[in-house]
């Protein structure tokens, strides 16, 4: 069966695509770091749902990158597998957004503040370099989608802080890592949608 791909075989935008990889991986791996310290301290549960997302993203930009060179079946393997990352990512965050529910202790609020405020410099960095590739296939796409999750994280983090420290309540916080974790679980339904039809395209096309 011969069919046309819409999907063309990575040529030359892998060199530039690989590139912001490589500096979106970086800059994920230290926020990562940055922002785990700074939730343990501060006892935010929104922080702590930004450090795993960040660490997730890690992980799942070495998958992208081991990938990138190969055909268009084994992206969308990639981005299938992210895609589930994502969405247990959610689910967890909306669990522990329950769990800390149970003790309602305010998390520090500046600490919130200041940390939000790097890891959203560097995720809109992320974003910026990434913002070309956001319409290619599944797995590029799935990049793109990290990246916009996390700069949106950022700001809810900031606004959280800012209901924390007007109101001496932890519900801000526990109500933005409720967000993030539904918008992880939206993001990692939508990969997996369009990984399935990636995946499918390539096995029709080599018929």
């Given at each position: 069966m011969s069919?046309?791909?819409?999907?063309?075989?990575?040529?030359?935008?892998?060199?530039?695509?690989?590139r912001a990889l490589w500096f979106a991986l970086w800059v994920n791996l230290a926020m990562f770091l940055l922002e785990g310290i700074a939730s343990i301290q501060s006892g935010s549960a929104a922080l702590m749902a930004d450090a795993i997302d960040f660490f997730g993203d890690s992980a799942n930009y070495v998958l992208s990158l081991s990938v990138l060179s190969m055909g268009l079946l084994w992206r969308g393997r990639a981005a299938l597998v992210k895609g589930v990352t994502m969405?247990?990512?959610?689910?967890?965050?909306?669990?522990?957004?329950?769990?800390?529910?149970?003790?309602?202790?305010?998390?520090?609020?500046?600490?919130?503040?200041?940390?939000?405020?790097?890891?959203?410099?560097?995720?809109?960095?992320?974003?910026?370099?990434?913002?070309?590739?956001r319409g290619g296939d599944a797995n590029m796409r799935s990049v793109w989608l990290c990246s916009r999750n996390d700069a949106?994280?950022?700001?809810?983090?900031?606004?959280?802080?800012?209901?924390?420290?007007?109101t001496g309540s932890?519900?801000?916080?526990?109500?933005?890592?409720?967000?993030?974790?539904?918008?992880?679980?939206?993001?990692?339904?939508s990969i997996i949608g369009h990984a399935r039809s990636d995946i499918t395209e390539a096995k029709a096309c080599a018929s």
């Open positions: 069919c046309q791909c819409s999907a063309p075989e990575p040529k030359e935008t892998d060199t530039r695509f690989r969405l247990l990512f959610g689910v967890a965050v909306l669990a522990k957004a329950a769990w800390n529910l149970q003790s309602g202790v305010a998390p520090e609020a500046m600490t919130m503040g200041v940390v939000g405020t790097m890891a959203l410099v560097a995720n809109v960095s992320v974003a910026m370099v990434l913002f070309a590739h949106l994280g950022n700001l809810a983090v900031m606004l959280a802080a800012l209901g924390v420290f007007g932890a519900w801000p916080d526990l109500l933005v890592a409720a967000v993030m974790g539904g918008l992880a679980v939206s993001s990692g339904v």
